[in-house]
């Protein structure tokens, strides 16, 4: 009961991180108010929520074509990118006296991700209401529930490394850029994979011929 006690309050404090961001997330790595296993739901929710709206928005604000769609592929646009941040962002931190831990910026992060879901899902079910003469009103809170978790990612991320605002931005940036430097390193990591592949093959099929 203490540790399923611990995760719903865990869960709930979710929402004060988003309405007091500086306050909250510092309570959330420092006082030990967060948990993993709160941050995995948010994570799943927001995924949930996001094929869940490929499903039941309402056509005038997205159309889907469903024969090009890999469910696989579309989940992993997901994860893939969370990956390299958590994984860049504590990288580079780490160098430079960052105070977070692997896990709390993963845990943060997921933590940020809170507005995701609570603006999505109200708004997909209230796709099928809306006018198209409304649609700018619709759009205008969709694009919010991004703004609004990305600043909360930005302010969690100073408050778990104890930054200040200014080296906080100066590593958000340099975290992105991260993130591109690893996307390269691993398109030329696969591209070399799969040239030995190939080559392997080819030299298995002329020993093979030559037999």
């Known amino acids: ?81 969370l990956a390299l941040w958590v994984v860049g962002n504590w990288g580079l931190t780490t160098l430079f006296d960052g105070k977070g831990r692997l896990g709390q910026v993963y845990m943060a992060t997921c933590y940020a991700l809170t507005p995701y879901p609570l603006i999505q899902f109200p708004l997909m079910v209230f796709s099928h209401f809306v006018t198209v003469d409304e649609a700018a009103f619709y759009s205008m809170l969709s694009v919010f529930s991004l703004i609004w978790a990305a600043f909360l990612v930005v302010a969690a991320m100073g408050q778990i490394h104890e930054y200040s605002a200014g080296k906080n931005i100066l590593f958000t940036i340099a975290s992105l850029f991260a993130m591109l430097v690893m996307i390269f390193i691993l398109m030329i990591f696969f591209s070399m994979i799969s040239q030995g592949v190939a080559y392997f093959i080819s030299l298995v099929k002329e020993l093979l011929f030559r037999l």
């Open 1 to 81: 009961m203490d540790k399923r006690t611990k995760y719903i309050d865990s869960l709930k404090f979710a929402l004060y991180c988003i309405t007091h961001p500086l306050d909250g997330f510092w309570d959330l790595t420092h006082e030990k108010r967060g948990t993993i296993a709160a941050a995995n739901t948010i994570l799943f929710l927001t995924i949930l929520i996001r094929i869940l709206k490929l499903r039941y928005t309402s056509f005038l604000f997205m159309k889907v074509y469903w024969e090009d769609l890999n469910i696989f592929l579309y989940i992993a646009s997901i994860l893939f990118p």
